[in-house]
């Protein structure tokens, strides 16, 4: 191809970009069908000879449709993607202390992230005090279960029936049994290798397909915000708005800010490539509100354009998923102070350093899914005798905290992933240096399968 040739050809869209576009596009669809349909109003249209509802057919109907394709499509790769990526981590691994070694860094740095986090929002949250001479009254309930009790969670961890964890979902236990799996395979000689090598191949052909829902993800991101801005508004946040730009400014200073700073001190790297690189993952967990639905691109974000092993971020990445909770740990020690100054209540030190230890170890085996924030929220509520049903008054307003919260939760996973890959030197510092790692990837030709 000439010269000239190349330069007539048309320079696609990155992705990034796209799904960008498909997002502010969402956005704006919904908040103009908003409009349209003030109070939840429903509009009906004279098709032929056919009545079409509005709400029924596009925001019930296709939006929701595609939406929900969409979400069930990243939730269907979430288990395999995690146990062979992790069965291959560990395969590589030619001394099994050094699991024990990455396990300790980066469930060290998790906890350590979390309590940062909760901390920070409560001294913010009593600076400003959000809650005072709001003068509100709950008039509905928030029905609460039990949290489980540590050791119960430590119990928990280890499968019965590995087959209906996987089922389930149940990502703890998956980590376990392919950390078992794994070690097995390493240590099983040359029947092993051949395992080994099945799941190699394995992995290339599940990343494949990650890459395939990747490229239709401004779709599903474009549904499902339109069809969540035909509820969400200003008008919601009401008095609230105070409670809604606290928790936002503490979730952003948290990604932008605290993260940045232990990866350049941990590490040395330079912040504003991992901001830059983050922005896909980022996107994904803002638009599905869940860390768990996020996992396939957080993993190949962290090898494929930060640098960092497999053999690390399969463990690391599934495991943050899992116990790395700062976003939610920032909504809760906030929302702690908010509920305790509406009710009039007043919290000792005793009671802060009870909120920032319950939400921190609780942060342990709680499920990576939308609004599992609000049953952390009530347990923390109920250790220092503030009234459940105060989670009421800020329910309206934590969804899009939620979806917020979310992206603050995939950053620090990759943080992590990347700090523990540096100190047990297997990070690509070229890779993470190249801006244009893990672009080629992402590129997918439907209409030549084959090269």
Known sequence: MTKTENSLTPKKTS???????????????????????????DLVFNVLLFEVSLQSFLVDGVFEVIGQIFMASLRMLVVPLVFVSLVCGVCSLQDTTKLGRIGGKAIGLYLLTTAIAISFAIFIAIIIGPGEGVGMSANSSFTTREAPSLAQVIIQMFPTNPFEAFAQGNMLQIIVFALLFGIAIALSG??????????????????????????????????????????????????????FLVVLAVLL??????????????????????????????????STASSNATIPVTLETSTKKMGVDNSIASFTVPLGATINMDGTAIMQGVATVFIAQVFSQDLTLADYV???????????????????????LAMVLDQVGLPVEGIALIIGVDRLLD??????????????????????????????????AGNKIEEIDFHHLKD
């Open 253 to 286: 200073i948290h990604a932008l800010v605290t993260y940045p700073v232990i990866l350049k001190l941990l590490t040395g790297l330079n912040p504003v490539i991992f901001l830059k690189k983050m922005r896909d993952a980022a996107i994904f967990a803002f």
């Open 190 to 243: 040359k029947a092993g290798e051949r395992i080994a090598s099945i799941f190699e191949d394995l992995s290339e052909v599940i990343m494949r397909l990650v890459t395939i829902l990747m490229n239709l993800a401004p779709y599903g991101v474009f549904a499902l915000l339109a069809s969540l801005f035909t509820t969400v508004s200003l008008e919601t946040f009401g008095n609230l708005i105070v409670y």
């Open 354 to 376: 009870t909120v920032i230890l319950t939400a921190t170890l609780a942060s342990i085996g709680t499920a990576g899914v939308p609004g599992v924030g609000l049953i952390m």
């Open 15 to 41: 992705l990034t970009t796209r799904i960008i576009i498909g997002m502010v596009a969402g956005i704006v669809l919904g908040t103009f069908l908003q409009w349209l349909m003030p109070n939840g109003q």
């Open 403 to 436: 979806m917020t919260r979310t992206a603050v939760n995939v950053t620090g996973d990759s943080m992590v992933s990347i700090v523990v890959a540096k100190s047990e030197q297997q990070f690509n510092n070229e890779m993470f240096l190249d801006e244009n």
